[in-house]
């Protein structure tokens, strides 16, 4: 029985590019801006569903910048004084693990006018260890992809 080695290239492609970590572009077109309202980044992350490996990316033209802050307190009093501060746009974090992870913007008053989103990977809540997730989705496709790669052609006649 003969297979065809293109098709099974194609289908080994797309099924690591199925399981490919996302970029989110933080806000979409309207970018980390102060919003239009508070609820404007809630509203944003409401349909997505964020998992280890994705990434965000925060664009801005004007003055801004963005803070990981460290727990649900600093974020909700938009306090400026830890965490993890990106001041050139655009501004990418990688979402390494499961857990619920604030981001602000420490310019003046934009914090409170709304300029903050919450984002919660997978179901929000760290693993005991806080440790990365060892196997991405990303990883476990081209490992799933290498091995009916090699399962196929080692029995092509």
């Not at 492609?13 to 801006?33: E, I, K, N």
């Not at 857990?99 to 409170?112: A, E, R």
């Amino acid at each position: 029985m003969a297979f065809r080695l293109d098709l099974i290239i194609l289908v080994a492609s797309m099924v690591g590019a199925a399981a490919a970590a996302t970029t989110y572009t933080v806000g979409d077109t309207t970018g980390w801006r102060v919003p239009p309202n508070t609820s404007f980044y809630d509203t944003w992350v409401a349909n997505k569903l964020f998992e280890a490996g994705d990434s965000l990316e925060f664009n801005w033209t004007s003055i801004h910048t963005v803070l990981e802050v460290t727990s649900k307190a600093e974020y909700d009093n938009c306090t400026k004084t830890s965490g993890v501060l990106q001041q050139t746009s655009p501004a990418t974090f990688r979402l390494t693990k499961n857990g619920t992870f604030y981001y602000i913007c420490t310019i003046g008053t934009h914090c409170d006018l709304g300029q903050k989103v919450t984002i919660k990977v997978g179901n929000g809540s760290s693993p005991s260890n806080s440790a990365p997730l060892p196997l991405t989705i990303n990883v476990f496709s081209q490992l799933l992809s290498a091995t009916i790669m090699y399962f196929l052609t080692a029995h092509i006649v």
